[in-house]
């Protein structure tokens, strides 16, 4: 059981300044005494709250640019948590081995030897260590990222009130999953000094196009009434398959999500209700291009009801595949249970080497399926106006509210005492000190690291590029729109 912590008056009573101008200092709070051989778990510290990301964060490591995509340095990264109240009572052992299966038990071990697992900030010398209340756990692990694009974010504007940018496609919003410094709001931090942004409304990761920011959380607040007044407009255009019908089309499927991990969802009767307008802009014997106006903000919805309607987006690397049967999902048809399409999708990724397509490892497939509250799509993404550095999980897991905007799946953090991530520990000669962006380091290997093991095909700039462009925000005050992107030409070709 832990120490109850000092009040706000500090435990005791409080006289008012004495003679001599002289202040009483409040007695420090009295410690219950342990029982024979009861570990002490020290109260919980107060969570930071804000919006920023600082310059440490930002110096945790830097970018290099190789065959069209950006890539991220490998580095010593801090994941934190309190312990959970389904951990109370079990040994840090079992837990790594029901929940955290992505690393064998080997790994945890020699992770704990290596002074990188800590426990209530001590070194954990014993993995069966029955956990308590109140714990406070630290795991420094050695931290790949995905590349993205090497396509740079073009800023559209920026005043007093907003930042509003291009976003490529590849770049999630902020950080998730997988990724932290490979993220729109890193890379303005970084590259622009675009710092403290609150994000108003989110896009896909695989979806390019209008991203806008607040500057101030009053801004924020009164672009978010709008939201929910329904208020702003949304446009996108997108190339899908087949010659798509003229006149206009309007589905309302409800949408169900199929698996937070990997971030899929399906027309279903139990789903929510959803609302889309489309409408063709031209054919070209091959492929039509479609300007969509989402009434609602579910989860892949522009996706899921092209899939539905027949004309999936060409290049669509979820709601575009095999996996979905003959018939890729037109009209519902799928004759597959939930189980079985996730593994043919992972397998048809797999057999292509494209799970970073996904925005999912191979460890993240071997991690614990029951562990329901650490979704891990790439697309995940967590309203940064409430927290934007924690993490919901021990190892890498994020999670955002997939009711807002055309975002992917992921649960909503189920755990709110969750302390802000700082800046990768100095770990010695293993990490990686050379700040620059440039040529690849040489000294980025870690001894424990699975990851530094493995040789990965990387993806091509062009697989990176999905047919899926935010083209114009609208709100009561504001319009922001981009170009037309060249795949949406009347006089493109493949």
Not at 152 to 178: F, Y
Not at 281 to 301: E, F, M
Not at 304 to 314: A, S
Request: charged share 30%; glycine share 8%.
């Amino acid at each position: 059981m832990a120490e109850p912590g000092p009040g706000p008056s500090g435990g005791g009573d409080k006289d008012p300044p004495g003679a001599g101008g002289r202040e009483d200092a409040a007695p420090a709070p009295k410690k219950r005494r342990l029982a024979a051989g009861e570990r002490y778990v020290p109260p919980p510290r107060k969570l930071s709250a804000g919006v920023s990301f600082g310059a440490e964060h930002f110096a945790e490591t830097s970018y290099y640019f190789e065959g069209g995509l950006r890539k991220v340095r490998p580095y010593y990264f801090d994941f934190r948590t309190y312990c959970k109240g389904r951990w109370v009572g079990r040994s840090l052992l079992h837990v790594f081995s029901t929940e955290f299966r992505a690393q064998p038990l080997a790994y945890y071990r020699a992770a704990a030897r290596a002074g990188r697992l800590r426990l209530n900030e001590e070194p954990v010398r014993d993995l069966d260590v029955v956990l308590k209340n109140n714990d406070f756990l630290r795991n420094t692990v050695h931290r790949h990222e995905p590349p993205v694009t090497a396509q740079p974010i073009q800023i559209l504007v920026e005043n007093d009130e907003v930042v509003v940018v291009d976003k490529p496609s590849s770049l999630p919003v902020h950080p998730c999953g997988r990724f932290r410094h490979n993220t729109v709001i890193f890379i303005l931090g970084k590259e622009h000094d675009l710092k403290e942004l609150h994000t108003i409304h989110r896009l896909d990761r695989m979806t390019s196009g209008v991203l806008m920011f607040a500057k101030t959380v009053e801004v924020s607040k009164r672009i978010d009434e709008q939201v929910r007044e329904r208020q702003l407009e949304k446009e996108y255009v997108c190339r899908v398959v087949g010659e798509f019908p003229e006149h206009e089309v309007v589905c309302e499927e409800p949408i169900l999500v199929v698996s937070y991990k990997v971030g899929v969802c399906r027309v279903d009767p139990k789903g929510k209700f959803c609302k889309t307008i489309f409408q063709r802009l031209s054919y070209n014997g091959k492929s039509s291009v479609v300007k969509c106006l989402p009434r609602t903000g579910r989860t892949h919805q522009i996706r899921v009801h092209l899939q539905y309607l027949g004309h999936p987006i060409v290049n669509d690397p979820i709601y575009n595949m095999e996996a979905w049967g003959p018939d890729r999902g037109k009209g519902g048809k799928i004759d597959k249970t939930d189980e079985e399409l996730l593994k043919a999708l992972v397998e048809e990724h797999r057999s292509k080497q494209s799970l970073d397509i996904l925005g999912i490892s191979e460890e993240d497939l071997n991690s614990s399926a029951e562990n329901k509250d650490c979704g891990n799509s790439g697309d995940c993404t967590k309203s940064v106006q409430a927290d934007p550095v924690s993490e919901n999980s021990f190892p890498a897991e994020d999670a955002e509210d997939p009711e807002r905007n055309d975002t992917a799946a992921c649960p909503p953090n189920s755990d709110s005492n969750l302390e802000t991530l700082e800046k990768n520990k100095e770990l010695g000669s293993w990490e990686n000190r050379d700040g620059q962006t440039g040529e690849k380091s040489s000294e980025e290997k870690d001894p424990l690291c699975v990851e530094c093991k493995i040789t990965r095909r990387d993806p091509s700039p062009k697989e990176l590029v999905m047919y899926l462009h935010a083209l114009r925000y609208k709100g009561a005050e504001f319009e922001y729109c981009s170009k037309m992107p060249e795949w949406a030409m009347e006089d493109w070709e493949e």
